[in-house]
């Protein structure tokens, strides 16, 4: 496994291997390496010839200077991890490589999950596609690694390649998970333990809204309803949003038929935390 630190490199490697038709897997990463970024990375070992992760904490993505300076880093850690797993490469760009000073040219979705409650600020999105797209464009994957936890950032990826014309595929693998039923996610670092056992009410409430599809409800706001009775009994945790939308528009769903993505995003403590399933509707 090598690791890579400067722009240069990277392209140089990708661009050669490109010549010998290799596929390349991209799993992007801001540190923290979890169980979702090992299965992640599994996944693209099994899809692809090469595997690179990048460990790159873009200050774009971010709400605030406060919530980047405290952002977990521990690189030695996350390497050790990665290794592991098989990787071929790890890249690792200095943020002042990535974004110099004069850095002022950005990619943004418009008008895509604008109507969706919960949706984070544009400022952050921008800062995530345009993160994303200087990656794809320097590593040039065949295919990108995503998980259904982030099902929002997958479909608002796959809405900019496909603009694009990037020729990159985003591969959404499922949730890994607690056997709480509490998805893996960075922002779990910042839970308490009692905090972590409350949290896992997230995945109990998509079930429970899964359940009521199995039982043949197919009304968004009746599934809404059910996911809010859920997170309310847990003292914890409150709902900052939960929404049932089409996974490839985004588009709000309001009576339900064939593949529904249903997200939830809830606050546990200080911590904002979000999940999101995909749920078939049976046919009648």
Do not use: W
């Amino acid at each position: 496994m090598e690791i890579i630190n400067r722009l240069s490199r990277m392209s140089a490697i990708s661009a050669k291997l490109l010549s010998s038709d290799v596929q390349i897997g991209l799993v992007p990463t801001m540190g923290v390496i979890h169980p979702g970024h090992v299965s992640l990375i599994e996944a693209a070992r099994k899809m692809t010839d090469l595997v690179v992760v990048s460990i790159f904490v873009s200050r774009m993505q971010f709400h605030s200077d406060e919530e980047y300076l405290k952002y977990p880093r521990d690189f030695t850690k996350d390497v050790d991890l990665v290794s592991q797993q098989n990787v071929d490469y790890v890249f690792s760009p200095a943020e002042e490589e990535m974004f110099p000073r004069d850095f002022s040219t950005y990619v943004q979705v418009e008008r895509f999950a604008e109507k969706l409650p919960g949706i984070p600020q544009p400022a952050y999105l921008r800062g995530m596609t345009t993160t994303v797209l200087k990656m794809i464009h320097i590593v040039r994957p065949s295919f990108l690694f995503l998980g259904l936890k982030d099902a929002l950032r997958g479909a608002i990826l796959r809405k900019m390649i496909r603009d694009l014309n990037l020729g990159t595929e985003v591969v959404v693998t499922p949730v890994a998970r607690h056997p709480s039923g509490l998805a893996y996610g960075t922002r779990n670092y910042f839970l308490t333990e009692p905090e972590k056992a409350a949290a896992a009410v997230i995945y109990r409430s998509l079930k429970a809204a899964e359940e009521a599809i199995a039982h043949g409800e197919r009304q968004a706001k009746k599934l809404i309803k059910e996911i809010t009775r859920v997170l309310a009994s847990e003292p914890m945790a409150r709902l900052e949003y939960a929404f049932v939308a089409d996974p490839e528009t985004l588009e709000p769903v309001n009576k339900l038929h064939g593949t529904v993505l249903i997200g939830v995003g809830a606050r546990i403590g200080a911590n904002e935390l979000n999940d999101s399933l995909l749920a078939e509707t049976p046919a009648e």
